[in-house]
């Protein structure tokens, strides 16, 4: 048996492989939406069960050396979040790949106006959820807590976005099947954000030992 | 702390699942009613809840992560554990989309009602009844009736595809009811969505059950 911060060192490796397909998977998404791009809307659909399998043996990972080790402190936060973690990334894979179904609707039907807000929204999402996995990595309470001030301007773009479309809507009934298919898209990225989120609230709980979920201050 | 014996501990654990879930089963079942019975005042008490249901989720958490810190569970007791923090997941995810059912209800009073609901309480009786299946099974340990909760999962997802084809039809006849059938639209997604949760809870279940794990049918062995 290896030694255990081999295991450790390992099991992060695997969630880094596993943020990286994830944050590609979001991007190209959206590039799939923009540039109704049949091709890099495939591109995500073929990467989702190596998202999932390695959802799986991560899973299996941080069981097993739960289970084999005794861990303490440190390394049992590491293990809790890292369960957490995962979970956040196989969701937001999967967001990616509800995005690029809306994509693929949008592109059998005739292209409306400009995509509102959405590139700028998506912008937004992509950047915290980078930031979410660099203050996880390098242990980084204060890019973590940069992530929870970001999910607010999230809301508020998806909020006007919503409005816009609903005006929309009720101008021209033709173009009723796309605008859903975009309020769909915003919402979407604004769970890809609450994911974001929460893996930065797991490194806060990660680095200090404080629970941040719903927003709770320790008494400690 | 004095140390208590640790089969006590995680009778207590299963307890307070058990308590989070009931919760959570009740603002279900409150959103869709406030929506149905258009009573405002529902609404408020399910967004009310909503803190008590995130405090027991994050109690559930620290307790779980102690009783795998200060313990070296195996087996049974350890898949018990590693159950418990994914249902604790998703019970909390569930009482979100609660809570969302009930601001699209809140919304939706503010406007005529846009049509007579027929397939939303439809898809409400069945995603509570694969809940309440769903914990049942996790209570009883058993894989079978976790089992029958997974083809009730495509019969919600086909009410959804109905719910939104009559809502477009509807709002390309009469932009006016637009917001609400919008509204309506996340409602039905919302159901589908908690429907989905409770699936997970199954595979859970079949998961401690059997030792395997069912998730998108990749079946293999247990650990340990």
Do not use: C, W
């Not at chain 1, 700028?120 to 992509?126: C, L």
């Not at chain 1, 996880?136 to 919503?162: G, M, N, Q, W």
């Not at chain 2, 992560?65 to 898949?79: F, G, I, S």
């Amino acid at each position: 048996m290896r030694h255990f911060i081999e295991e450790l060192e390992e099991l992060q490796g695997r969630l880094l492989e596993m943020g990286t397909l994830v944050e590609s998977a979001i991007h190209t998404s959206i590039l799939a939406l923009t540039e109704r791009s049949e091709a890099q809307a495939q591109q995500v659909l073929g990467n989702e069960d190596r998202i999932n399998h390695l959802e799986i043996e991560i899973d299996e990972l941080a069981v097993r050396l739960l289970a084999l080790q005794q861990p303490m402190a440190r390394d049992l936060r590491f293990l809790t979040a890292a369960i957490k973690i995962n979970t956040d990334l196989e969701r937001m894979g999967d967001l990616a790949v509800n995005i690029v179904e809306r994509a693929i609707a949008l592109m059998n039907r005739p292209p409306v106006r400009p995509l509102v807000d959405i590139p700028q929204m998506a912008r937004t999402v992509e950047s915290m959820v980078r930031k979410s996995l660099d203050a996880f990595v390098k242990r980084e309470p204060e890019l973590a807590r940069s992530v929870l001030t970001s999910d607010d301007t999230v809301d508020r773009l998806r909020d006007s976005i919503h409005s816009e479309l609903i005006s929309f809507m009720q101008e021209d009934p033709d173009a009723i099947p796309q605008a859903l298919d975009l309020i769909l898209v915003a919402r979407h990225l604004e769970r890809i954000a609450d994911h974001a989120t929460n893996i930065a609230e797991d490194t806060l709980f990660l680095v200090k030992g404080v629970d941040v979920r719903h927003h709770l201050e320790p008494n400690f | 702390m004095a140390l208590r014996h640790f089969s006590i501990e995680l009778e207590e654990l299963h307890e307070l699942l058990l308590k989070m879930a009931s919760l959570v089963e009740s603002s279900i079942r409150r959103s869709v009613e406030s929506l149905v019975e258009r009573d405002k005042e529902l609404a408020k008490a399910v967004m009310r809840d909503e803190p008590a249901i995130n405090l027991m989720q994050v109690e559930v958490d620290s307790r779980t992560t102690r009783l795998l810190a200060l313990n070296q569970p195996v087996a049974k007791d350890l898949r018990f554990l590693t159950a418990t923090l994914k249902i604790n997941t998703d019970l909390e995810r569930m009482g979100d989309l609660a809570v969302n059912i009930a601001e699209r209800t809140i919304d939706l009073l503010s406007r005529p009602p846009v049509k007579p609901l027929i397939d939303i309480p439809k898809m409400a009786a069945l995603v509570e009844s694969m809940l309440l299946r769903s914990l049942d099974a996790f209570v009883k340990v058993d894989a079978d009736l976790a089992q029958t909760i997974l083809p009730a999962d495509d019969e919600v997802d086909a009410l959804r595809d109905k719910v939104y084809t009559e809502l477009v039809d509807l709002m390309q006849h009469d932009p006016a009811v637009v917001p609400g059938a919008v509204d309506l639209i996340f409602v039905a997604r919302n159901l589908e969505r908690i429907a989905d949760h409770a699936t997970n809870i199954a595979e859970d279940v079949i998961f401690l059950a059997k030792g395997v794990d069912v998730r998108r049918s990749v079946v293999r062995p247990a650990l340990g």
